[in-house]
Nanobody, 124 residues
């Protein structure tokens, strides 16, 4: 069984930064891609970012590209999301997910385990 626990969410003013972390249990962490998705009230879940098993490949949603950076530490079983230049429209619950494969995917059905989510609120 794999467990994913997100942390680092909170309230920040527009233009500020937050760093989300996701701690994973399980021995297959380093062989799988990892991703971040978000869901705002009344909206569908949206792809934010993904990173391949080695960290050598990354992908970003168009709305966050250039502002967010994903990284991972396979020795510590963690994946992080550095969020800069935050906007009110970034407000959402952010979910960490483990990919079903080693390569990145922007589709939510490409992920088999999900965390409980952490709230990010950006005030204007």
């Amino acid at each position: 069984q794999v467990q994913l626990v997100e942390s680092g969410g909170g309230l920040v003013q527009a233009g500020g930064s937050l760093r989300l972390s996701c701690a994973a249990s399980g021995r297959t962490f380093s062989s799988k891609s990892m991703g971040w998705f978000r869901q705002a009230p009344g909206k569908e879940r949206e792809f934010v970012s993904a990173i391949s098993w080695s960290g050598g490949a990354t992908a970003y949603g168009s709305s966050v590209k250039g502002r967010y950076t994903i990284s991972r530490d396979n020795a510590k079983n963690t994946v992080s999301l550095q969020m800069n230049s935050l906007k009110p429209e970034d407000t959402a619950v952010y979910y960490c997910a483990r990919g079903s494969y080693a390569s990145t995917s922007a589709a939510s059905n490409g992920y088999d385990y999900w965390g409980q989510g952490t709230q990010v609120t950006v005030s204007s």
